[in-house]
């Protein structure tokens, strides 16, 4: 097994994705020759062709338009939006059309197609407002939609192959400050992740703390230092967030009695409401403290002065300080 | 254009409906012109029970009308090949009925019955057939113009000889995924015919207050895209624009663009009182009915006789009292299958059940 980083992985589930099945297409902007602005698709035009790997113009409603037309035609699209900020203008498209097809047809027809998109900024990744939101709330808000957001290049490959075949349509969110910052050995050979399952990255039995995406890696951190004074954190990676894994969320939190949740996204009306939520209904007999959550101020994306963006980006610190918050009651 | 059969160049009159026949533009049968003329009928009784049935609160939600551009839908759906793909807005009834969708089908779907086209899922704005290539009425003005562009990359990406028809009002011109959807099918040469449908208003906004050009075909010109212009209110206009359109398409040499000069005789939905408009107007276009004109035409060429044509109106009136008795007698949606078919897989039956369930319980009596 070769040792390969997030956006490799998600390369090769595209490379390995169309050579299985001629009906994968690839469009976007610059994704062709260029192999698109974070080389996610490096090479794949070389290899596949200007049919299949499609330099788009700079059209993001048209960009998904045009993949649920391809997908309703029988085709597989793989649509990237450049950087998720970029999404807005595409958003009646998948909200209005493809989320709705299914319904609206009783289930005759289908949308499946993959609509991928970095997403995230960090202290020093980012390229503030406009390039660094995590919008997944908006996504997952809307029945009709998958949103999968994977937090290792392992989970990045079969999550993509597992989206690539879901018969409905699934937004694959990537963290920017994921890419190239981790290595992992990933199997050469094709594997799926099921969409709507969780993951736990770190087992534990005083605390959860339930987050996805590139925040998982710094809840990990987190529990390490917890570890040292003998409190377990169990780290639970939901790796989707629409569907939700309610089923593990529940395990954990009757597990440890104690649940944080915590998203880079801005926290009012987040994921982590539907998440606390859930164990509320679930879990209110087995709590042994309220719900807490951590999350992006009110503040409408990442600003760009170092200082300010530390006051919006979660990191180590502020979970742990969360954490024993939490482990206190 | 049609010649005239009495002042043809031999000077003689056509003995019988063959002779005639071969006189017929565009290559058209008399079949085939009785066959339109029939379609442009049941769209205009079928819209007459709809409105009939709104009056009387058994269609719900809202309801727009087609009346006098009948022309448009039949014409340009006719001149195509029975699998091309076709999508439209959501004044809709047209274009589904055009293409050969169940009458009462799409009637119970108006009525929001579970026998309707979409099990009562849409409604009269979201008619589709996928099995008849009819993909949907769009009620989000413009949506559904690169969808039409994507569903002609396919065809061309699967080498398959479709091609798609996307039908749209001058209003949707306005919109800017048009032009997204337009610089794509040019860029891509992609077999699509977009047909605009300019009839003057979009809801109660005229062509000047919404566009700076009064020809929508200009807009083409900017996209390299070829364009005509044709009679929305004669059939035979629509069906010889959309020919050559879809002939250009289909030879591989990318999209056409087909202005449709149309009026709708009633407002933009039942709700409207039509301020924007003169009635001298409306009297004026109503003059141009195009099915009456069709119907001389078909006299004129001996294709059908006066009584002939009096018979197909007969029979759509009855056609569509039978489909409004299907319609309203046909049973609701079960409301346990309102969860249904979001997913291709269900994502978690039990919870959506529950979700059902409290929703649908009384609430709880004080204590
Ligand atoms: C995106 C969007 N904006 C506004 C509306 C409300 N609306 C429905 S029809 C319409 C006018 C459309 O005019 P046109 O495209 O000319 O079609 P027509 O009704 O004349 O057939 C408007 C503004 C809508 N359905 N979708
Ligand atoms: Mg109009």
């Not at chain 1, 719900?291 to 180590?316: D, H, K, N």
Request: proline share 6%; aromatic share 8%.
């Amino acid at each position: 097994m070769a040792q390969i980083t997030y956006v490799e992985a998600i390369r090769s589930a595209l490379e390995q994705e169309m050579r299985r099945d001629d009906r994968v297409l690839v469009m976007g902007e610059d994704v062709g020759p260029k192999g698109g602005v974070f080389g996610a698709t490096a090479g794949l035009f070389q290899q596949f062709g200007e049919d299949r790997v499609i330099d788009t113009p700079l059209a993001e409603a048209a960009i998904v338009g045009v993949s649920i037309g391809c997908a309703l035609a029988g085709l597989l699209p793989v649509a990237e939006i450049q950087f998720l900020d970029f999404i807005p203008p595409a958003m009646d498209q998948i909200i209005n059309e493809a989320a709705k097809i299914r319904y609206r047809s009783n289930g005759d027809w289908g949308c499946p197609m993959v609509i991928r998109a970095p997403c995230g900024g960090g202290v020093h990744v980012h390229g503030a407002l406009y390039h660094s939101q995590s919008l997944e709330a908006l996504f997952a808000h809307v029945p009709g939609l998958k949103v999968v957001i994977p937090s290792t290049p392992t989970d990045a490959k079969g999550l993509l192959l597992s989206a690539i075949r879901d018969p409905d349509p699934v937004c694959f969110f990537e963290h920017k400050a994921l890419y190239r910052s981790l290595k992992e050995e990933v199997p050469e050979e094709e594997y799926l992740v099921p969409i709507g399952q969780s993951r736990v990255a770190r087992a534990g039995a005083d605390l959860s703390c339930i987050t996805y995406g590139a925040t998982v890696h710094e809840a990990v951190a987190a529990a390490d230092r917890l570890a040292r004074d003998g409190i377990e954190v169990e780290v639970l990676d939901l790796r989707t967030v629409r569907p939700l894994d309610r089923e593990s969320i529940v395990a954990t939190a009757r597990k440890t009695g104690k649940v944080l949740v915590c998203h880079e996204a801005n926290l009012a009306v987040g994921v982590g409401a539907e998440v606390a939520a859930i164990v509320a209904e679930e879990c209110f007999q087995q709590l042994d403290g309220p719900v807490m959550r951590l999350g992006g101020p009110e503040v409408p994306a990442i600003p760009f002065a170092e200082s300010l963006a530390e006051v919006y980006c979660l990191g180590p610190d502020k979970i742990e300080a969360k954490l024993r918050q939490l482990a206190a009651y | 254009m049609p010649t005239n059969p009495k002042t043809n160049r031999t000077g003689s009159r056509p003995t019988s409906r063959r002779a005639v026949a071969r006189q017929l533009p565009h290559g058209l049968t008399a079949q085939q012109c009785r066959e339109m003329y029939h379609k442009m009928v049941q769209i205009r009784h079928f819209e007459d029970h709809a409105a009939e049935a709104y009056a009387q609160a058994k269609v719900g939600g809202f309801l727009h009308l087609y009346i006098g551009e009948e022309a448009v839908a039949v014409g340009a759906i006719a001149a195509a090949r029975e699998d091309d793909h076709i999508l439209g807005h959501y004044r809709d009834h047209g274009y589904a009925l055009a293409r050969g969708c169940d009458v009462q089908a799409c009637m119970a779907e108006l009525f929001g019955r579970e026998t309707g086209i979409c099990h009562g899922r849409g409604g009269s704005m979201h008619l589709a057939d996928a099995k008849r290539h009819f993909w949907g009425g769009h009620a989000i003005v413009g949506s559904h113009i690169p969808i039409g562009a994507g569903m002609a990359y396919a065809m061309q990406y699967l080498e398959e000889p479709l091609v798609v028809l996307d039908f749209f009002g001058d209003g949707a011109t306005g919109n800017g995924i048009f032009h997204e959807g337009l610089n794509m099918a040019a860029l891509w040469n992609l077999p699509v015919v977009f047909i605009c449908e300019n009839n003057l208003y979009g809801m109660g906004a005229t062509l000047a207050e919404e566009s700076p050009v009064s020809d929508m075909m200009i807009k083409a010109e900017g996209y390299t895209m070829p364009a005509v212009q044709c009679d929305g209110m004669d059939v035979l206009s629509v069906y010889g624009a959309v020919q050559q359109a879809a002939e250009h398409c289909r030879s591989g040499k990318g999209p056409f663009f087909v202005e449709a000069l149309t009026y709708r005789f009633r407002g933009h939905s039942m709700a409207d009182p039509e301020l924007y408009r003169d009635k001298e107007e409306v009297r004026r276009w109503r003059e141009l009915d195009p099915i009456p004109r069709f119907g001389d035409f078909l006299v004129q060429h001996r294709i059908s006789s006066q009584q002939e044509l009096a018979q197909v109106n007969e029979e759509a009136e009855a056609e569509m009292l039978e489909a409004v008795r299907f319609a309203d007698a046909s049973p609701w949606p079960d409301p346990s299958t309102a969860a249904r078919g979001v997913y291709a897989n269900p994502i978690d039956p039990e919870a959506a059940q529950e979700a059902l369930t409290l929703a649908a319980d009384p609430a709880p009596a004080a204590s």
